[in-house]
């Protein structure tokens, strides 16, 4: 019974084309945890390294005992980031500090920037062609900061630069269906722009199934999409933001950078990616994916003059929290 049961695991494992190695920096945190655990369950990825600054010894000896056939291995301190790194096909950075109530996700960069920075030169150095998925925020900031890291280095290549932004989509789809009174899985509906405030762009024109919402009611929705990070953060009061949930989303996110490697055609997810759809240098939008990353930018989809108007004006503050990053690097 039992040598059966490891003969499905192992065919289970061997049922994706290729599985790779996938490593996630931050894997002790609260975000870390809960998406090894799903990335554990992936046939499509052969090796988990995970790696924080503090010990993630008994996370890993924790998951290695999960019956599937990703091996997991730990790596801690800053000296160890190097060989997490090696050969990595997907790079997922949840490393850096959460929101406490009374901050905004900019009064992170301070911080997070110089997470960001140690960890852009490392990739940059071990595997510049991983694909790689930044969750650290600010995103809107943090991505520009990555971006140019790598290119001081002439590994940058823009279409293997994510930032994750799934979680916006989760939400929406979550929000609406709560609406419609229908199940989430059924909604989808694209998320636009970046990832803090104003600049989470929700399409409800482009709503499946459609959601004609209008007035009082849509701005509402909007807000409460836009606004959802400090609903978690408010009810955390003080012991951080978001992670059940991200990690979720971010475990969604790797299975279609995961199957676009695996040659599956039409992997489609929203991403904060560089960007010539708009005036702003970095943009959220529906992107194809390929084994190489961005396949294409599927740009702006059809907008109602209400989605119009909210795209000039968060362009603009996309620009500055763009500029944030030049500023970073340059203190
Ligand atoms: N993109 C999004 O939608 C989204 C959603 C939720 C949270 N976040 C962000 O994700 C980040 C992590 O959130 P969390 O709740 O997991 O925080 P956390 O504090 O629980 O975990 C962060 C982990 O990163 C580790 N770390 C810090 N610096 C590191 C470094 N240089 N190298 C390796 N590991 C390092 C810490 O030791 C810790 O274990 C925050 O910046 C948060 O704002 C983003
Ligand atoms: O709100 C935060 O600080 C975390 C994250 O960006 C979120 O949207 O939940």
């Not at 084309?17 to 655990?37: F, H, M, R, T």
């Not at 929000?175 to 419609?180: H, I, K, S």
């Not at 009611?217 to 909007?222: A, P, T, W």
């Not at 991200?246 to 960007?275: H, P, T, W």
Request: proline content about 5%; glycine content about 8%.
């Amino acid at each position: 019974m039992i040598s059966m049961k490891i003969g499905q695991i192992a065919r289970y494992s061997r049922c994706a084309k290729k599985a790779v190695k996938v490593a996630v920096v931050g894997a002790a945190g609260g975000i870390g945890q809960p998406l090894s655990l799903l990335l554990k369950m992936s046939p499509m990825i052969s090796t988990l390294a995970l790696h924080d600054l503090q010990d993630i010894k008994g996370v890993v000896a924790d998951l290695s005992h999960i019956c599937t056939g990703t091996r997991v291995q730990a790596f801690v301190g800053a000296k160890e980031l190097q060989c997490a790194l090696e050969d990595a096909a997907i790079v997922v950075v949840p490393a850096g500090l959460p929101r406490k109530p009374g901050m905004n996700r900019a009064d992170l960069l301070t911080v997070n920037g110089d997470v960001a920075v140690e960890v852009a030169k490392t990739i940059a150095f071990v595997c510049p062609k991983a694909l790689m998925a930044f969750i650290t925020n600010p995103i809107n900031t943090i991505i520009p900061i990555v971006a140019q890291i790598l290119k001081e280095r002439n590994v940058f290549d823009p279409n293997r630069l994510f930032g994750v932004t799934t979680l916006d989509v989760v939400r929406a789809r979550t929000f609406v269906a709560e609406a419609l009174c229908i199940d989430p899985r059924t909604v989808q509906i694209p998320v636009i722009g970046g990832h803090a405030g104003i600049t989470i762009l929700p399409l409800l024109s482009q709503c499946l199934p459609k959601y004609t919402v209008t007035g009082a009611e849509r701005d509402k929705l909007v807000k409460r999409i836009q606004d959802a990070g400090n609903e978690v953060v408010e009810a955390k009061a003080g012991a951080g933001s978001a992670t059940l949930s991200m990690a979720f989303a971010a475990a969604k996110f790797v299975d279609c950078l995961l199957r676009a490697i695996n040659g599956e055609e039409n992997v489609i997810a929203c991403s904060y990616v560089q960007s010539k759809v708009t005036e702003a240098e970095f943009f959220a939008t529906p992107i194809l994916l390929g084994p190489g990353g961005i396949y294409k930018n599927l740009g702006l989809p059809q907008l109602d003059e209400q989605e119009k108007k909210a795209v000039e004006t968060l362009v603009k503050q996309l620009q500055q929290d763009i500029a944030e990053g030049a500023k970073f690097l340059c203190k």
